[in-house]
T-cell receptor
Framework: AQKITQTQPGMFVQEKEAVTLDCTYD???????LFWYKQPSSGEMIFLIY??????QNATEGRYSLNFQKARKSANLVISASQLGDSAMYFC??????????????FGTGTRLTIIP | DTEVTQTPKHLVMGMTNKKSLKCEQH?????MYWYKQKAKKPPELMFV???????INESVPSRFSPECPNSSLLNLHLHALQPEDSALYLC??????????FGPGTRLTVL
């Protein structure tokens, strides 16, 4: 069963606009973490932001914020004031917590974001 | 130093060759990971080492052989690969904190 769902294969956004990338997840584990990574064409996976299942507040990191709606099992990434350098593939991922080193990070299929000048 | 390094960046090998991929981190992370990523797909977990011991093997064919000689170094030994093994191979590491950091990857082509 698909644990992480990203329904937007591609998005085109005008520079300086805000953009929301959707992510829904499925788990019965009460303790889990949600991640967003950016992957430019160079291939490197760049960590953007993390949200723990018990965190009361939405995570923020600079221009990135995570809109965490636990009851709806969604963890959307919001990028404010988009820049040309934001053009990349974005992956949502989940880790169900367990013994250290025995947990797996499960990725969604990704959203390719293109920022238009 | 918040960096995971991988060498080589690119590798072309024949099906009869033996080669190795190397991953290094000096952040004191005690879990290290190998992922395989095909074009336009998400990364797929291959192996996890926790405190230098193999903790997860995702039923990877034996032509891929991981090794963790010490807490900073992770190798992936390759032997008798097939063309379908061509992919981006990503290494990652983490501590008990939440982030999992990835290296830049090795782009492998098997002829």
């Amino acid at each position: 069963a698909q644990k992480i769902t990203q329904t937007q294969p591609g998005m085109f956004v005008q520079e300086k606009e805000a953009v929301t990338l959707d992510c829904t997840y499925d788990t019965s584990d009460p303790s889990y973490g949600l991640f967003w990574y950016k992957q430019p064409s160079s291939g490197e996976m760049i960590f953007l932001i993390y949200q723990g299942s018990y965190d009361q507040q939405n995570a923020t990191e600079g221009r990135y914020s995570l809109n965490f709606q636990k009851a709806r099992k969604s963890a959307n990434l919001v990028i404010s004031a988009s820049q040309l350098g934001d053009s990349a593939m974005y992956f949502c991922a989940m880790r169900e917590e367990g013994d250290f080193g025995n947990e797996k990070l499960t990725f969604g299929t990704g959203t390719r974001l293109t920022i238009i000048p | 130093d918040t960096e995971v390094t991988q060498t080589p960046k690119h590798l072309v090998m024949g099906m009869t060759n033996k080669k190795s991929l190397k991953c290094e981190q000096h952040m004191g992370h005690r879990a290290m990971y190998w992922y395989k990523q095909k074009a336009k797909k998400p990364p797929e977990l291959m192996f996890v080492y926790s405190y230098e011991k193999l903790s997860i093997n995702e039923s990877v064919p034996s032509r891929f052989s991981p090794e963790c000689p010490n807490s900073s170094l992770l190798n992936l030994h390759l032997h008798a690969l097939q063309p379908e093994d061509s992919a981006l191979y990503l290494c990652a590491s983490r501590t008990g904190e939440n982030e999992q950091f990835f290296g830049p990857g090795t782009r492998l082509t098997v002829l």
